[in-house]
């Protein structure tokens, strides 16, 4: 291609660039910069294949009723805030939910988070990879580990799952 030729496209780029950024102009929502940076502050997490994954996402029940409809911890569908009795109970709430994990990461003989963490991820001693997350109206354990020959002909037995680790006495005694 010429010189004339490479700089007709690239100004063509640049017009058509303008042109399509009048035309998908949208506005942004106010709340984009605190979501964009709740979201790269807990990164995705990687999973070798093939793998059995349970996850478990708790809310305490007293705030099950008063949070149909809720898209996200701070606003409703409709953009009303968060009843100020969830935030106002939240760190009664987080105590327990931190207690509780910390009594899982005992079991499994391996360091906990800090206190005041929202994320955290471990090697629960071989048996498993925990991820836990902590928002304002719940609380999310997500539990992976390779997979045995045989076991994704039946992945969902109970012997296969994940949560086949876990002790059954701290996951009845899941607060939520």
Known sequence: ATSSHKMFARALLRRSGRQLRQLHTMPEH???????????????????LPSMVSSITMMPSKWQATLRGCDHALYSAEGNPT???????????????????????????????????????????????LRWERHTEAQTY??????????QADPFAESNVALSVIPREWLAQLPG
Do not use: M, N, W
């Not at 106010?30 to 990687?46: D, Y």
């Not at 005992?106 to 988070?113: D, R």
């Open 30 to 48: 106010p709340h984009k910069g605190t979501v964009a940076a709740l979201l790269h502050q807990r990164p995705f997490q990687r999973v070798e």
């Open 142 to 151: 997500t539990f992976t580990r390779p997979a045995v020959a045989g076991e």
């Open 83 to 129: 009843p100020l009795h969830i935030r106002a109970s939240a760190p009664e709430q987080y105590e327990a939910d931190y207690s509780h994990l910390c009594k899982l990461c005992a079991f499994f003989h391996v360091q906990g988070p800090p206190h005041g963490a929202t994320f955290f991820t471990t090697d629960l001693g071989g048996a498993c990879k």
